[in-house]
Every structure is written in C-alpha cells, then in structure tokens.
C-alpha cells in the first residue's frame, strides 16, 4: 500500500499475499479482475497518465473464452466484436488475386467458440471497467524497486509515494521497468542468463489504425460482412505487406507493414528510435501508401482518410522469449517475459493465460513467507512456459505466412494454403485449441467442442472450501468417499486446458 495515507479497510483472506501490479495493460487488468474475484489485495500502477491501446484490432480464440465467460466478460466481448471464418491471402503483383486462405471457422466446432475480433480500445475499456477505480492508480512511473526478501517488495515513483506488497507483478510490457531492474539484480549476482541479457529482435515495422464507419454502399463487400467479419491480407511488391478486419458498425481496423533489417534499424540507436516514430513520421508513412489497392475496392488512401488521426501509430514489431520470470517475491507476465509477434492476438492471449496460472497460484498462498512465494512462481513458470514457448514458435509460423516475403517465406505460404492447407491447418487447430485455462477458484466452465481440453491442476483450496460448505450445508462433518470421488469426476470433465501435473 501507499505509505504515508490512511490504509484501506482489510477485505483479504487471511494470511493470503497482498500484490502490486506494475502496468495497467490487458495483462495487468487481466491480473487485477482475477485477484478481484479471489478476494487478493492488490493494487495496479500505471506509468501513463491515461492509457491509450496501441493497434488497431485484436483477435481473441477459444483459449480465453472460457475464462472470459468465469469473469463475466463473455457477453459484453460478443457485443463489441466480430467471428472470423477465415483470412484471405492476396498477391499485389497478380491483379488482387485471392492465393489461399487461413480457415478459422473450425474453431466453432473443435472447440465450441468462434475466434472473434474488435477494436482494441473497446477491448481495453471493458477490462478497465471491471476493475475498481479505487485499485489502479495512473501517472505512477516507478523510480527504484527493491525486490525485497522477507519484509517484502518495496517501489517509489517518481510523485514522491513509496508503495509496499507481499508480490511484486511486472505487467508493464515490452521494456518492462521491473524486469529491467530484477535484471539489473540479478546480473549484479551473476545469476542471469546470458540469453537474457541480449536484445530483443526487431524485424518488423507496422503503421495501423482504426477507421470511423465506412460507407456499405461504396463498399458493397461490407454489406456482405455484417455477421462475420471481412478479413483480407495482401502480399504486396518489395518487403510490404496490408491487411484489415472489419468490425461492428462497419468499422475497419487496418495495418500496414514491413520487414526491417539491421541496416534499417540498428537495435543500439535510442535516437532513431524516439525521433522517427512520432507522429509527424506516421503522417509521412501514410502519405507515401495511400494508392495501394485494398480487396474491398479503393484503396489504402480511403481508410486513412477515414481515420482520426489520433487513430493511427507507428510502431515496432519485437519479438522475445525470455528464460527469466521470477526471482523472489517479483514475476513477470505478458509482454514482460516473452514479446511474441501481435499477428492474430497471441500476445495478448498469451498474457491473459499468464494471468490465470498466476492467479491461480497465488490463490493457494497460505504464508508470504519468501520461499513459499518463490515456490508459487515456480509452478506458475512451470506451466505456463512450454505453452508460451510453443505460441513464440507459432506467431513466428504465422508472421512469415501472413507478410514474410523472402523466397523461402513464398514457398511456405504456397505449402501451406495450397497443398498442405487441410492438413496442416486441423493438425494446428487440434494443437493449440486443447489449451484453455480457467481459475481454478471460480466455477468452472463445462468444456464445449470436440477437442478435449488439457486436464489442469486443481486448487486443493477451493476443493477444501467447497466440501466445507456442502458439508455444513447438510449438517454433517464431512462427506462420504462416493461423493469426493463424484466431485473429482465432475472437477476433471470440466475443467480448462493447463498444464499436465
């Protein structure tokens, strides 16, 4: 809590871990609307005085919906979005010509949601929401972190206010400032791997935006597009590459991009990296694209022309795996320890999953002891990493089939949306689909679909919790080996996708 003003009333359960939340993105909102529903004291720092979402849409699959649905964004996310049958590939160099096409409609029947898309402002506002204004504080930029041992983590930001907790959660991106300062520690105590202190890779860039409704009438393809979202990708000349969703209200979100390579962009220069991605250098981009053809009809010049500027960003595509997620009372998530390529959201997805592993461990916390702590973020890693490894393997897949245009990157798309497409395309589905977690202390979510879900592990707290109340419920001290081996039956049948014990 804040030192120096009046605590707040104490509504955690005993002994469980009081945590701060370092960013206020999806994945710290993630973390706060889950430790919110587990009764966990918590507070969220954010940096930026006001948080404006970088992008222009966001796809989110079937691996979050049944969480969504535990938290009660399920109904609201349907409202704001739109289900994707399938991406089509186009050529520039062959007149628009559709080339193949990325099926996601078969994610309704394999695993009984619909892989949806919205604006990714409206996404951020309905996480905010639901988090209580009294719980995320804005303009917070951290100063020093002391990762503490027993007495606990320790941050001051830059106002003056020093801010104390049993946890410590990097959720604040790419550049994370915790990571770099549990770094920064660890390299002191020569304990980081040398794989971690290397730099991101930067191998692409993109200029997106978000357009005011579009006319159907002068876009009749929009008419077509009122219950599934129209989506096309376009393989242009060079190393450029378009796409776009669309969206309620026949909004478009669009992005522009290009391969960078070390001669475009050198990874040491900070200076290039603030002075040529502001927004006059955006205006610049904009001006030289707007005569590409887009499938729809017209051309990029039309939804640029169509989108408030402040719509629109520049920005650097990175991507990095990192090795390092804990060390003593901090973790890291999302963006922090391992920034995959955003093409189709796993991103954020990814993060989102981080938050419910997380949260599901520091759930069983009985004791803030440091060793406990340390244990939770152990298994927290430990199920989350070969997920998150094998989705920085696929984004990669993904990203050269999307706008990879070197030879090799050709042949792949043409395997894969030509000869291979079938099989490669339910071999994948079947892959990453099975992955759904859920908080394990909430009510679980009846699995949908046809493909199974990963068995996860069970809270042994909520487990206890629950053969309490039914016990006192029917007035005895507990309940026979039938019923417990039923509740098991039940708990196994139901439960999301995690990791194998």
């Not at 660890?186 to 978000?210: F, R, Y």
């Not at 320890?337 to 997805?349: D, R």
């Not at 461990?361 to 430990?382: D, G, M």
């Amino acid at each position: 809590m804040e030192t120096g003003q009046e605590p707040p009333p104490q509504t955690k359960e005993p002994d469980a871990p009081t945590v701060i939340i370092v960013g206020a993105g999806l994945a710290g909102l993630t973390l706060a609307i889950l430790l919110e529903k587990a009764n966990i004291e918590y507070q969220v720092l954010e940096k930026a005085a006001e948080v404006k979402p970088l992008g222009s849409t966001i796809a989110m699959g079937p691996n979050v919906m049944p969480l969504f649905t535990q938290l009660g964004l399920y109904d609201d996310f349907v409202a704001i979005s739109k289900p994707v049958r399938h991406i089509t590939m186009h050529k520039e160099s062959e007149n628009m010509r559709p080339i193949g096409k990325v099926d996601i409609e078969e994610h309704i029947e394999k695993s009984g949601y619909a892989t949806r898309v919205c604006s990714r402002p409206k996404l951020y506002d309905l996480f905010l929401s639901k988090v209580p204004s009294s719980k995320i504080h804005f303009g917070k930029r951290v100063l020093s972190i002391v990762h503490g041992g027993d007495n606990g983590a320790l941050i001051r930001t830059a106002d003056g206010n020093s801010y104390e907790a049993d946890v410590l959660v990097g959720a604040d991106g790419a550049y994370s400032a915790v990571r770099q300062s549990l770094y920064e520690q660890l390299k002191k105590d020569k304990s980081l791997p040398s794989s971690d202190q290397a730099k991101m890779e930067t191998n692409h860039m993109t200029l997106v935006g978000l357009t005011k409704p579009m006319d159907p009438e002068k876009y009749p393809a929009l008419k077509d597009a009122t219950t599934f979202s129209r989506s096309d990708a376009v393989i242009g000349h060079g190393p450029y590459s378009w796409r776009y969703f669309s969206l309620p209200d026949h909004c478009i979100g669009w992005g522009f991009g290009t391969q960078i390579t070390n001669e475009d962009f050198s990874k040491e220069n900070d200076t290039f990296r603030a002075s040529d991605w502001g927004p006059e250098s955006a205006h610049m981009l904009c001006n030289e694209i707007r005569d590409y053809k887009i499938p729809i009809g017209g051309t990029l010049g039309d939804l640029i022309d169509n989108t408030p500027k402040e719509n629109i960003a520049k920005v650097l595509l990175e991507e990095k795996l990192f090795e390092t997620w804990y060390h003593g009372r901090t973790v890291l998530i999302g963006d922090a320890c391992h920034k995959i390529m955003p093409y189709v959201g796993q991103g954020a997805v990814n993060a989102m999953e981080d938050a419910v592993i997380l949260a599901n461990e520091l759930y069983e916390i009985t004791s803030v002891t440091t060793k406990v702590i340390s244990n939770a973020f152990k298994e927290y890693r430990r199920q989350r990493y070969p997920h998150a490894a094998e989705q920085f393997q696929k984004s990669k897949m993904f990203t050269m089939l999307m706008v990879g245009q070197t030879w090799y990157e050709d042949l792949l798309r043409k395997f894969v949306l030509g000869y291979a497409s079938e099989f490669f395309q339910r071999r994948n589905y079947a892959k990453s689909l099975n992955y759904r977690p859920q908080a394990t202390f909430l009510p679980l979510v009846p699995d949908r679909g046809t493909i199974p879900v990963l068995p996860q592990k069970p809270s042994k707290r909520y487990m206890a919790e629950q053969e309490a109340l039914r016990a006192n419920a029917m007035g005895a001290p507990g309940i026979g080996i039938e019923d417990r081996k039923e509740d098991e039956r039940v708990s196994s049948s139901t439960s999301a996708p995690a990791t194998l014990l």
